[in-house]
């Protein structure tokens, strides 16, 4: 571990959450993010100081939920960017591996493949990876940064067979048609590690968070995406077969 880091700051946690990773799962968000996304709904997760936990702290809270997890369940950790403490990460998942607990990393891809980052990746039983926009250009409009670091994620996954479920949050007016879905499936195609590709559908609920931190809102007005627009693009997604259990 990063012996200057020893503990990790820390947003919130979530019991029982049944999104983000198979069966029951303990949320853990991570404080801290290199992208600006316009769409994001976690603001308050970019930076400051939440609560310090150490790896065995942290572990014991965990802990107390294993009876709830069953065969498929576990600890999912997300943020922020959860990479962003790989360092604390990978020791993390290394402390859930004794208590035979399984560690879902859900990340943006946003973090360069240190040694630490590759630890964390491959410590994970799954990884979630976001890929926002299909190129360069949409991640420099939309999120402040490159997509450089999501495909060099993909492919450390790929050459290291950890199985990677892809999510892509679609946005009214921005990425909800079909030649947007098309890019997509381009970049995932191929990939023997992708074994879901999940759209997600954009909504407005952070939207009092932009408020009451004072920051402006870059999707101000945006409507929610419909559901059935949603279930339409994951169709047309989906009849595209990128993921290895098409
Ligand atoms: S990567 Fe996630 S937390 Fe970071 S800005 Fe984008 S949506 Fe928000």
Redesign the pocket.
């Known amino acids: 571990m990063n012996k200057t880091a020893p503990t990790a700051n820390i947003h919130s946690f979530e019991s029982l959450a049944t999104l983000d990773g198979k069966g029951i799962r303990y949320g853990i968000f991570f404080v801290g ?5 316009v ?5 308050d ?2 930076s400051g100081e939440g609560q310090r936990f150490t790896v065995e702290e942290l572990a014991k809270k965990v802990v107390r939920y294993k009876p709830y997890f069953g065969k498929d369940g576990g600890v999912t950790i997300s ?3 959860v990479l962003v403490q790989s360092a604390f990460v990978a020791e993390f998942e290394k402390r859930m591996k004794k208590e035979g607990v399984g560690v879902v990393l859900d990340t ?1 891809g ?1 973090v360069p493949l240190t040694d630490d980052v590759k630890r964390a990746l491959k410590g994970a039983e799954t990884v979630i990876l ?1 890929l ?1 926009f299909w190129d360069d250009a949409g991640y420099r409009q939309y ?1 402040k940064g490159s997509i450089s670091t999501v495909l060099d994620t993909l492919e450390f996954c790929e050459k290291n067979k950890v199985p990677v479920w892809i999510r892509t ?1 679609i946005i009214p007016g921005i990425n909800d048609r079909e030649e947007c879905i098309d890019r997509y499936a381009e970049v995932v195609q191929g990939h023997k590690c992708v074994e879901r590709y999940q759209l997600l559908a954009f909504h407005t609920m952070g939207f009092s968070k932009y408020e009451k931190l004072g920051i402006k809102n870059p999707l101000e007005g945006t409507p929610a995406l419909d559901r059935s627009r949603l279930e339409e693009l994951q169709a047309y997604l989906d009849s595209k077969k990128v993921t290895v259990n098409d």
């Open positions: 993010c290199p992208y600006r996304c769409y994001c709904h976690n603001p997760t970019w943020g922020g960017e943006s946003g976001d926002k999120c949050v």
